[in-house]
């Protein structure tokens, strides 16, 4: 029998409408709509589709949205004083600066430069070092979007083997952070289970990802995980993003994995749109924290 779909698609829709809502509710009690600065530098064409898509998501949610444009030739110095001026702007939330950022321009000084409060891809150090340390103001979006999409489907975490194929900061870690830590008023995300967390040093990575009932691949490589990886019912979730060909195909060889595992989200619509839905919560998130 297949695996269970994972409809990151779907599962948006929900949120999205419930966004919305939250949007409506803060506006109507006097609050400012909630609004969310992108940043383009440069013109990557594939910056330009997920800078496109947050921001209609944003639209349809009710939310202001801004597109600020930098040629590819900008400055650290010219970012920085467009961050500087979005950090003082009382109708904007949410900061978004699209990565990767040419060469010119270190993303560390960028990153370091946004206003925590309107980090709302929870990237700076200090959010960072909130969600470590079991307080976080935000969570950063793509691991968000997973753990919503494991408690939205009810694939339980709390004392569940966790395998997480990855060790980003913007995704592997993160992830891991979620799904190990205990959860409280101030964390209610947080997973209880058990995480392994393995990338290339790791000796004998498919046995290790077959300890898993929770299998999360955020490697990078086109169906690099395939059925011998997976422990017979287990759920499988695929963030990666890879093009082969001109087509997507994520980092699970769904083909192989589906008759295999329990559960599977699909590349694409799967974690894919939860990643922008999770990018509007936490800018209504901040709105709302702002007054
Ligand atoms: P990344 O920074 O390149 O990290 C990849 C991780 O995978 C690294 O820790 C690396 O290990 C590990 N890895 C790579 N090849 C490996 C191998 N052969 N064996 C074992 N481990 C290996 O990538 P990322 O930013 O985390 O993104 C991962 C994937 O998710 C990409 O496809 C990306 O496009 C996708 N993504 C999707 C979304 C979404 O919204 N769906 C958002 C962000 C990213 P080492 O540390 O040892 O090098």
């Known amino acids: 029998m297949p695996a269970q779909k994972i409809d990151g698609q ?3 829709k929900a949120i999205r409408a419930e ?14 709509p909630p609004g969310l600065a992108a940043v383009l530098v440069g013109d990557n064409p594939a910056s330009e589709v997920y800078v496109r898509s947050k921001r209609k998501a944003c639209e349809d949610a009710g939310m202001n949205s801004w597109l600020h444009r930098l040629p590819a030739t900008a400055s650290e110095e010219d970012l920085l004083k467009l961050v500087a001026d979005l950090n003082a702007d009382p109708a904007v939330h949410g900061i978004l600066v699209q990565l990767p950022l040419p060469k010119q321009i270190r993303e560390e ?7 925590p409060a309107k980090d709302v891809d929870a990237f700076h150090p200090q959010n960072v070092g909130l969600l470590a340390a079991g307080h976080p103001r935000y ?16 694939i339980p975490t709390i004392g569940k083997n966790v395998v997480v194929i990855g060790r ?6 993160p992830m891991a952070l979620i799904l190990m830590q205990k959860p409280t008023k101030d964390f209610p995300e947080a997973g209880d289970a058990t995480v392994t967390v393995v990338h290339r040093g790791t000796k004998d990575l498919p046995a290790v990802c077959r300890t898993a009932d929770i299998l999360i691949a955020a ?19 695929d963030v990666g993003i890879n ?3 001109g087509k997507l195909v994520g980092d699970v060889d769904a083909e192989s994995v589906s008759p295999v595992a329990g559960w599977l989200s699909p590349v694409p619509k799967g974690v894919g749109p939860m990643t922008i839905t999770m990018l509007l919560q936490n800018t209504l998130k901040s709105a709302v924290a702002a007054k």
């Open 109 to 115: 000084a960028i990153i370091n430069a946004i206003s």
């Open 219 to 237: 490697v990078g490589v086109a169906k690099f995980v395939t059925a011998d990886f997976v422990k017979p019912g287990a759920a499988v979730i």
């Open 139 to 154: 969570l950063p979006c793509t691991p968000f979007g997973v753990q919503q999409m494991l408690a939205r489907s009810g």
């Open 19 to 32: 966004v919305a809502a939250g949007v409506a509710a803060h506006v109507a009690a006097g609050g400012r």
């Open 10 to 12: 779907e599962l948006s």
């Open 168 to 173: 980003s900061n913007i995704v592997g870690k």
């Open 243 to 245: 093009s082969v060909d």
